[in-house]
């Protein structure tokens, strides 16, 4: 079955540094991965999104990279903020292009 | 920030009662979607739709019902609660059009307590 894998354990970084997370998926081809942002109580907010022909996007200090041969994309973050505080979720389109499939997400904690 | 409304925002009920998640959206979209979210965990698909007169099941969706009368508003009904239905709902939105395709835009949730 369609599987994705961020890991559970939260990230603590210091402020200034690149926050690098980790996304990996099996039994998927999907046509593009997406990043969310979510906030405690919140509802995701949509970051990035990178198709499957894409190596690379960015978006002010945002970068995500998609390995469709590995099945792994990375999420970073550069010059981190406290503010960057949040779970950061990856989502696949599910193969049929009806649904997302969204993996539990990795805690990111920035400490000024 | 996306112009999506979910009501109440908080709800504890006792068990066996008939409750309506209420969601309405303000931008057009056609699609709509219904997750459940326990903290820490991945969202779980519950229902979807792909326009007015259209809803399609999800992963989670056998104690539940949806609507969709009209384009904006898309109800979730739990036709009675039990202790295992509390956690965090999500109503989500997304677009046909070309260019805003493929990406979700979220309410703030209705977090459910069923004693």
């Known amino acids: 079955s369609q599987k994705i894998e961020q890991n559970s354990e939260a990230l603590n970084i210091q402020e200034g540094k690149t926050a690098t997370l980790t996304c990996n998926y099996t039994?998927?081809?999907?046509?593009?991965l997406q990043w969310y942002r979510q906030d405690p109580g919140r509802g995701p907010v949509f970051l990035l999104l990178?198709?499957?022909?894409?190596k690379e996007k960015r978006k002010e200090r945002l970068k995500v990279t998609f390995d469709t041969t590995l099945k792994q994309s990375l999420f970073h973050i550069t010059a981190s903020q406290p503010a960057d505080s949040a779970t950061y979720l990856c989502?696949?389109?599910?193969?049929?292009?009806?649904?997302?499939?969204f993996g539990a997400g990795t805690r990111l904690f920035v400490k000024a | 920030e996306a112009d999506i409304y979910q009501t109440p925002r908080y709800l504890v009920i006792g068990t066996g009662k008939k409750i309506t998640l209420e969601c309405s959206q303000t931008?057009?979209?056609?699609?709509m979607y219904w997750y459940q979210q326990d903290p820490g965990m991945e969202l779980h698909l519950i229902h979807y739709?792909?326009?007015?007169?259209?809803?399609e099941k999800g992963d989670l969706s056998s104690e539940s019902t949806v609507s969709r009368i009209r384009t904006e508003h898309f109800p979730l009904t739990l036709e009675s609660a039990r202790p295992s239905h509390t956690s965090q709902y999500l109503c989500?939105?997304?677009?046909?059009?070309?260019?805003?395709?493929?990406?979700?835009?979220f309410g703030p949730g209705t977090r459910l307590t069923v004693l």
């Open positions: 931008m057009g979209h056609d699609k």
């Open positions: 989500a939105t997304e677009s046909f059009w070309r260019g805003e395709a493929d990406t979700q835009y």
């Open positions: 989502a696949l389109e599910d193969g049929g292009g009806f649904k997302t499939i």
């Open positions: 739709s792909y326009g007015v007169n259209s809803t």
């Open positions: 039994n998927y081809s999907p046509a593009y």
């Open positions: 990178i198709r499957e022909n894409e």
